[in-house]
């Protein structure tokens, strides 16, 4: 391989990772914008999205590698289990909201936060229980298709996380900007007070950015599972807190803050374990967010409170 | 004031109570002692945890149900050193264990860790409580190593003893047999931070250096990170013929997995961290297809000796076993035959007398006769290597069938 090369794969290396972590962020973020909450549930959230979208697949017969579809049966197969896991996955969040979070909406202080933490704790424990440590074996049906680009090779299954990813963040995108509960949020997002005077119901605009929220995050689930074709009960920690980082350093509360910082951060990863060492990724990752904190305190593309659409 | 009736009362309480308790020495004939047992039965390691533990409990069934030890019955009491956070063991929860265990007064010898990074919490809490254990596979040498005595156990005398033995002869026989078999000439190392995966990929390392084998790199990986494959491109680039991994399945498997895509003409090997049903069944094929693996540890599996054994334990449990679970057995059989022998003697049964039986042990055991050195480590030292070969009539997950015996790595 030439340097070249080597710089080329490294980067569709982190721009694989970067998806996903976006994806995450979009998570932290969207409730962040709204609540100025950090909702660490959603580390498993992810977590559990990527077991439904397992249970999905295998509801289809798929097991491990073995089985290979292609054309219509493959997009079928995939739409389906999109659908299921977003759909799931943006349920169990509402009713995180709903059940855990609700009724602390009034209190001043940590407790929120506090109660994510344990909620996140429940689930990771939940799916230890049902489903046991081991890691499972993630069903795959994409045909191993191969794009040589010079010495770098390029994956089928990595062009359409690009490509999924690309189409869930525009679409949340048109969403937030365009839609009139994306408005409400907007507004919210800017002065809960004020957008409440306006009409604007606050508890359906929480539900829509944990619903969404939650939904992008089962879907980074099941592209995880295609991506690596394993699954289990502990991946949520480490991507959770990429993510998180990610969307800190784009600026919380920031939807393309998020989508930068996620590709940032797997960009990071990836040129870090090319070209220091793969043992120090999370100092490098941790070293860039505080560097960037120093000087931009409100993450790369967030303005500081009060004024934080 | 004692009136006469209040001390007829007494008397008579006095008369029963020594009754009672003549009665209680009258049946101690059927005294029963504690066997600890620590393995890593939460996380990624839960499987060959399980199957350590059956080992263990074969045993002691065994030879409470025949009387081995006349008057003498012996009871596992079982710890879990893997918390759900670590997700596989947890050093801190190990530490936690000794402790429970040596508080315990009837617990006169245990078995365990699985793990060397549990054994290193483990071993200066039992030193000081001076309780022997034996491991049937943590393989790190320094837990034994006189060097570090100080630190492993500060008391004097060994209490870790093993029934395999350690990475300063597993790393470096597949070190050899990288270079002498395989005919590698170049090679990239990984670890997976642990205490285990680092020392077994530092003896390998200095051995293939000194074989000749050319380094082309070294690195750690966080085995709760999902994505290897910046390094492994980085391997890619460099070209190396072979790729050795030390640690076990949490990292591995997603290492075996992503390695299949990226570096697939790669020969890649690693200890016995990468020797489970695990490879088998959450790596599968074609993924795990080619991967060499070393166990400390003779193979027994297929030899006639072991034929009863297996099954013996595929009709107790209705699960296949594996080498370590018959080193845990065989933990297990060395224990019995010590208390044995210092019951004989007529001494007290005590932590203390039992720690020196199995110093002096000499027990015929499944894997041939087990005696100790005088570190605790396993007089025999032999490496077995296999690779993985699917085999189309095996279950998935039969490690006995779908991990092929390759031999005996040479030792240097």
Redesign the interface.
């Known amino acids: 391989m030439t340097n070249f090369d080597l710089l080329l794969q490294q980067t569709i290396n982190g721009l694989s990772l970067g998806a996903m972590y976006a994806l995450l962020a979009l998570g932290f973020t969207l409730v962040y914008g709204i609540l100025e909450l950090i909702n660490f549930s959603h580390f498993n959230v992810f977590m559990v999205g990527s077991f439904v979208a397992m249970a999905t697949l295998q509801a289809f017969g798929l097991n491990g590698q073995q089985v290979i579809l292609t054309g219509l049966p493959l997009a079928g197969v995939l739409l389906v289990a999109f659908a299921v896991t977003m759909t799931v996955s943006g349920a169990l969040g509402v009713l995180i909201e709903r059940l855990s979070l609700r009724p602390l909406r009034n209190v001043k202080g940590p407790a929120a936060m506090i109660t994510t933490i344990g909620v996140s704790y429940i689930l990771f424990n939940i799916v230890l229980l049902y489903e046991g440590a081991d890691a499972k074996n993630f069903p795959n049906p994409m045909p191993a298709v191969r794009f040589h680009l010079g010495g770098a090779v390029l994956d089928l299954r990595v062009v359409l996380i690009w490509i999924v990813a690309s189409l869930l963040m525009a679409g949340l995108w048109l969403f937030v900007q365009k839609s009139r509960i994306g408005k409400a949020m907007r507004a919210t997002a800017q002065d809960p007070e004020a957008a409440r005077m306006m009409g604007v119901e606050v508890d359906r605009v929480i539900i829509t950015a944990f619903f969404l929220g939650s939904a992008l995050a089962g879907a980074g689930g099941l592209i995880f599972g295609l991506y690596y074709n394993f699954t289990s009960f502990i991946i949520g920690f480490t991507a959770g807190l990429r993510a998180f980082t990610a969307a800190v350093l784009g600026g919380i509360g920031n939807v393309p803050g998020a989508m930068v910082g996620g590709l940032i951060i797997g960009m990071i990863e990836a040129m870090g374990g090319q070209f220091i060492a793969t043992a120090w990724t999370d100092v490098i990752i941790f070293s860039i967010l505080v560097l960037v904190l120093v000087f931009k305190p409100a993450g790369l593309f967030g303005r500081l409170a009060p004024n934080k659409s | 004031m004692l009136t006469r009736r209040g001390a007829a009362q007494l008397i008579a309480t006095a008369a029963v109570a020594a009754a009672w308790v003549g009665s209680k020495t009258a049946r101690a004939a059927d005294a029963t002692y504690k066997v600890g047992l620590d393995a890593s039965l939460?996380?990624?390691d839960?499987?060959s945890a399980i199957r350590v533990r059956n080992g263990v409990t074969m045993a002691l069934d065994e030879a409470n149900a025949a009387n081995a030890i006349p008057g003498i019955k012996l009871e596992l009491v079982p710890f879990d050193d893997?918390t759900?956070t670590a997700?596989?063991y947890d050093p801190a929860q190990a530490a936690t264990n000794a402790r429970k265990m040596v508080s315990d007064k009837d617990i006169v010898a245990a078995v365990g860790p699985q793990m060397s990074g549990a054994g290193k919490a483990m071993a200066p809490i039992l030193s000081e409580g001076g309780l022997a254990i034996i491991t049937p596979s943590s393989t790190n040498p320094d837990i034994t190593n006189p060097k570090f005595a100080e630190q492993f156990r500060p008391a004097g005398k060994p209490i870790y003893f093993r029934t395999v033995t350690t990475d300063a002869y597993q790393g470096p026989n597949m070190a050899n047999f990288f270079a002498d078999t395989l005919k590698v000439k170049s090679v990239y190392v990984l670890d997976d931070?642990g205490a285990y995966g680092v020392g077994i990929a530092d003896t390998f390392q200095a051995q293939a250096e000194k074989k000749g084998i050319k380094i082309l790199g070294r690195?750690?990986?966080?085995p709760?990170?999902?994505?290897?494959?910046?390094?492994l491109?980085?391997i890619?680039?460099l070209?190396p013929q072979a790729l050795y991994y030390g640690g076990v399945?949490?990292a591995g498997?997603?290492l075996a997995?992503?390695a299949y895509?990226?570096i697939p003409d790669v020969i890649k090997g690693g200890g016995d961290g990468m020797y489970g049903p695990?490879m088998l069944?959450?790596?599968?094929?074609?993924?795990a297809a080619g991967w060499y693996a070393s166990i400390a540890a003779p193979h027994l599996m297929g030899d006639t000796k072991a034929q009863t054994f297996v099954d013996n334990y595929v009709k107790k449990f209705n699960a296949p076993p594996d080498d370590y679970t018959i080193t845990a057995y065989d933990a297990t059989l060395v224990i019995i035959d010590s208390v044995k022998r210092v019951a004989a003697s007529g001494k007290p049964v005590t932590r203390e007398a039992v720690r020196d039986a199995i110093q002096t042990a000499k027990v015929d055991t499944i894997q041939g006769p087990v005696s100790f050195d005088a570190n605790g480590d396993l007089a025999d030292r032999t490496v077995s290597v296999f690779q993985i070969k699917k085999d189309p009539s095996a279950r998935e997950d039969d490690v006995s069938r779908n991990y092929q015996y390759i031999g005996v790595a040479p030792q240097s």
């Open positions: 939460t996380g990624a839960a499987e893997g759900a997700g596989q931070s690195d750690r990986l966080d709760k990170a999902s994505d290897y494959s910046a390094i491109t980085k890619k680039s070209g399945g949490q498997v997603k997995k992503q895509d990226i695990a069944t959450a790596v599968g094929f074609p993924a």
